[in-house]
């Protein structure tokens, strides 16, 4: 069964580092997200990307992210200059959105960052 | 801006025992309701959902109740395995306006032999 990987499972950072979290999602989808969860909180959404650009992102997504779909299957995030708040798990999901309407996103097994 | 709620943090039952999962929101926008199990560092694993056309979905043991009046959805597991011991978020999406999900805090399911 396809699923969505993510590399690296762990990434380990000193503040002011920038880091790349990488994506594979499944292949024939369309839509692409990045979710975090910082420890003991809720998922929360960060970004979504469609058509090789953001068609959304939130309040968190600030100057230090990017998105990028460098080739046909690979979707990174990077945080240019991390600091201590940005230590979390960061899930990718993708979709690709059914005739029916259905419209389940399924989800990578995370990258847990962690920035000191 | 906690727009979709899940008001128990936890919830204990007993094996074979149905389990009943809340979740409120408060956006009328939302149209498409999703439940995620999730276990510690693993990512979130789609379990059902349920469009805002219907009240009422069902795989398996799963079935998503929607009352859209009440902005009220609710997941039912019967009967309860111990293997059902997870995080349950309950998700909510506008589909017309590019799907995010929004995430309640999720409930712990502790289903005990």
């Known amino acids: 069964e396809p699923e969505v990987t993510q590399t690296p499972s762990h990434q380990v950072t000193q503040m002011g580092q920038e880091v790349i979290l990488r994506c594979v999602p499944i292949?024939?989808?369309?839509?692409f997200y990045w979710y975090r969860q910082i420890l003991g909180q809720k998922v929360e959404f960060l970004v979504s990307f469609y058509n090789n650009e953001i068609s959304e992102k939130s309040e968190i997504f600030d100057d230090q992210f990017s998105v990028e779909r460098p080739d046909g299957s690979n979707f990174t995030l990077k945080i240019r200059s991390t600091k201590l708040e940005d230590s979390a798990m960061y899930f990718c999901?993708?979709?690709?959105?059914?005739?029916?309407?259905?419209?389940?996103?399924?989800f990578g097994p995370g990258t847990r960052l962690t920035v000191t | 801006d906690q727009q979709v709620k899940q008001n128990s943090p936890s919830l204990s039952v007993q094996e074979g025992r149905i389990s009943i999962l809340n979740c409120d929101y408060t956006n009328s926008m939302f149209d498409y309701f999703l439940w995620y199990k999730k276990y510690p560092a693993e990512g979130p694993t789609f379990l059902i959902s349920i469009s805002s056309i219907k009240d009422k979905n069902e795989d398996g043991r799963f079935t998503v109740f929607l009352n859209k009046s009440a902005k009220h959805l609710s997941l039912h597991i019967v009967p309860s395995q111990p293997g059902d011991s997870a995080v349950y978020f309950c998700a909510a999406s506008a589909r017309n306006q590019g799907g995010k999900l929004i995430f309640g805090q999720g409930t712990e399911l502790s289903v005990k032999p």
């Open positions: 999901a993708s979709i690709r959105p059914q005739g029916t309407g259905a419209y389940e996103q399924y």
């Open positions: 292949s024939n989808h369309l839509y």
